[in-house]
């Protein structure tokens, strides 16, 4: 195996270390006390991450999955991570590679501390003209912080997208990242079921992603698709126990795997409301209740409150163009949604609309 090195290859190398390396190699800002945090028990988590990234050399487009095993004891992590992947390059530099990593996980419960050992890209590219087929070793000692967004006693989302972004930003590549983490305090679980737990777990959350791509590509969510998603959300959120005493305070926080896609999704649609009907957003607004990322019980209540002003605003203004075209629909449809997002003041006025025109 041969040691990177980044003046072998001048520029087109280079940009090969950036594009492969973005992931575990920075350490990020870290957590205040009082975030969401791991409970003590033993835990699994999968990930995922899908790139796009373009230069004016080459696109890497890459997909990343991995796994982590940890114990959370005493405030503290323990535990291990393994990465593999897979890229297509296309430009002045093409062809395929395939990516593994390993480390280690320690840090706090609140602040995940996530550190490289070993990260390897095997090559089958050809460059300016030049084939080339090779083991290139990244070598370890990167790290990074990983910032958890919601927590349960049971479950815990983190930003896994920020960390991913850094590498491509600050080497100035408009590169486009999506991605989920998840984490499973498997003590809640038989043995036997936790590794089909984890399985599906896995599943639900590359077709999440997938759903994802497909959204921003098509500008448009697939609702036969979110909608088989979320009924697999639930049925696997119903496996785990409903055990509040680890650490949480007894708090009554609803979280499922695609908690944060949704929100993702709901996001997505609030920032280029033009591609979305009124019933649309209102289905996503349904949603994003149902798995917790809206509403009194969801686990990260500062985004669920951000997230409600957006869909707030956006309904605000469309009560208006339903009264001045006369709407019937548009002003029955913002009522019924006012009302499941419990806004006293925008249902009266949906309901004051909606009297005067239909």
């Given amino acids: ?45 999968k990930f995922s991450v899908t ?52 480390g280690k996980i320690g840090g706090s419960s609140f602040d995940p501390a996530i550190k490289t050992s070993t990260f390897v890209v095997n090559l089958d590219i050809v460059v300016s003209g030049i ?23 049971n479950q815990v989302t983190a930003d896994i997208v ?38 599906e777990a896995g599943d639900l959350i590359a077709e999440a992603e997938d759903l994802k791509q497909k959204t921003i590509k098509e500008n448009g969510v697939d609702f036969e698709i979110l909608n088989s998603l979320v009924t697999k959300a639930g049925n696997l959120s119903t496996a785990l126990k409903q055990n509040l005493d680890c650490g949480q305070g ?18 997505f649609a609030l920032q280029n409301p033009h591609l979305f009907t009124t019933q649309e957003l209102s289905r996503l607004a349904f949603v994003a209740l149902q798995v917790g990322a809206l509403g009194s019980g969801a686990a990260n209540p500062q985004n669920a409150a951000e997230l409600k002003a957006k869909f707030l605003q956006e309904f605000s203004d469309r009560l208006d163009d339903a009264q001045n075209n006369k709407s019937c629909s548009e ?18 006025q949906a309901s004051d609309v909606a009297a005067s025109v239909c």
Avoid: H
């Fill in 1 to 45: 195996m041969k040691r990177f090195q980044p003046g072998k290859w001048g520029r087109a190398y280079l940009v090969l270390f950036i594009l492969c390396s973005q992931i575990f190699s920075v350490r990020s800002t870290r957590a205040a006390i009082g975030s969401p945090s791991f409970s003590d028990g033993n835990w699994e988590a």
């Fill in 51 to 102: 790139s796009v990234a373009p230069t004016d050399i080459t696109t890497l487009e890459a997909v990343y999955s991995g796994d982590m095993d940890f114990i959370s004891s005493g405030g503290e992590l323990d535990g291990q991570w393994t990465l593999n992947g897979i890229g297509a390059y296309a430009g002045d530099i093409s062809g395929t590679a395939t990516f593994t990593g390993s």
């Fill in 162 to 199: 920020t960390p991913a972004m850094s590498g491509y930003q600050s080497a100035g590549i408009p590169a486009t990242v999506t991605g989920s983490f998840v984490a499973i305090r498997v003590g809640d679980l038989s043995a036997e079921d936790a590794t089909d737990y984890m399985k």
């Fill in 331 to 348: 002003a029955t449809q913002i009522l019924v949604s006012a009302g499941a997002l419990g806004d006293a003041a925008l249902k009266q």
């Fill in 131 to 153: 084939a080339v087929s090779q083991s290139v070793d990244m070598g370890g000692g990167g790290s990074m912080s990983l910032t958890l967004l919601s927590a349960t006693c």
């Fill in 250 to 267: 007894g708090k009554k926080q609803f979280l499922t795997i695609i908690t944060d896609v949704i929100a993702d999704l709901a996001t």
